[in-house]
């Protein structure tokens, strides 16, 4: 699934820095709703 999605390494490591971004936005979300 993920191969597909990402079907050359040089877009996964395009991809690496707003995955990691949409990571923190999402836990930062849901620490919000913990409180």
């Not at 191969?3 to 999402?26: G, N």
């Amino acid at each position: 699934m993920t191969a597909r999605w990402l079907p050359a390494p040089q877009s996964q490591l395009k991809l690496a820095p707003d995955h990691s971004t949409w990571r923190v936005a999402l836990q930062g979300f849901l620490d919000r709703e913990r409180t």
